[in-house]
């Protein structure tokens, strides 16, 4: 069966501070992946995708970047960090050709000081 | 363009209660249908799908929903409410044929349930 893992669980950094979290898919190939944030009271917003390695859509300008170095492996990092880009971070995959669903992993708390 | 609205940020039910969650959509095809729940500091969790087979379509936990083209609605119910419901809400729309997993959400529902 198919996981997803999202690491760290929560994150307090100070604003100016790079970032960097991590998320990797197992038991599927190939899959599409997504960055999305979820601010208090304002649902859920898609940040990044990526249909392959090294292939990265932005959805919005933030200060923010994902990487895709691997297959399985999706990056989100930020070079200084703003007191905006506090909220919950969620990894997502989707199956290419596959069932449209989201998969998602159990998300980050991030909090800019 | 695609969107979806789910009307009532909060709603409140008795234990034993029908749940009804709200939910419409604007999309210019026929889009794929999603309800996630998702419970504090944690990631969603799929409910139930449409994606053009029938139109009421049945889920985890004893949750339905249904498709209705002419409403561009697909509301969330349940026939008694449990106290372990109590979660916030989402529905999301997608293209069908798009890169799976590219969802547009709604802005989400808090469910409470009282005893």
């Known amino acids: 069966s198919q996981t997803i893992h999202q690491w760290p669980a929560t994150l307090v950094q100070p604003v100016g501070s790079p970032l960097s979290l991590e998320c990797t898919v197992e038991g599927t190939s190939n899959p599409n992946l997504y960055w999305y944030r979820q601010a208090a009271g304002r649902g859920l917003q898609l940040l990044f995708y990526s249909v392959g390695i090294g292939q990265i859509s932005s959805e919005v300008p933030q200060n923010l970047s994902a990487s895709r170095p691997q297959d399985r492996q999706f990056i989100l990092s930020s070079k200084k960090l703003l007191l905006s880009d506090s909220g919950f971070y969620l990894c997502a995959w989707g199956a290419q050709g596959g069932k449209a669903e989201a998969f998602f992993g159990q998300g980050t708390r991030l909090t800019v000081v | 363009a695609q969107s979806v609205t789910q009307l009532g940020s909060h709603v409140s039910v008795s234990e034993g209660a029908l749940v009804l969650l709200r939910c419409n959509y604007s999309?210019?095809?026929?889009?794929?249908l999603f309800w996630y729940v998702q419970y504090p500091n944690q990631g969603l969790q799929l409910l139930l799908k449409?994606?053009?087979?029938?139109?009421l379509v049945k889920g985890i936990n004893g949750f339905e929903a249904e498709f209705k083209k002419s409403e561009t609605s697909f509301h969330l119910t349940k026939p008694s409410a449990h106290m372990s419901d109590a979660a916030e809400y989402f529905c999301a729309v997608s293209p069908p044929l798009s890169s799976y997993g590219k969802l547009t959400f709604g802005q989400g529902t808090i469910l409470t349930v009282h005893p």
């Open positions: 449409y994606t053009s087979a029938a139109t």
């Open positions: 999309s210019s095809v026929p889009p794929y």
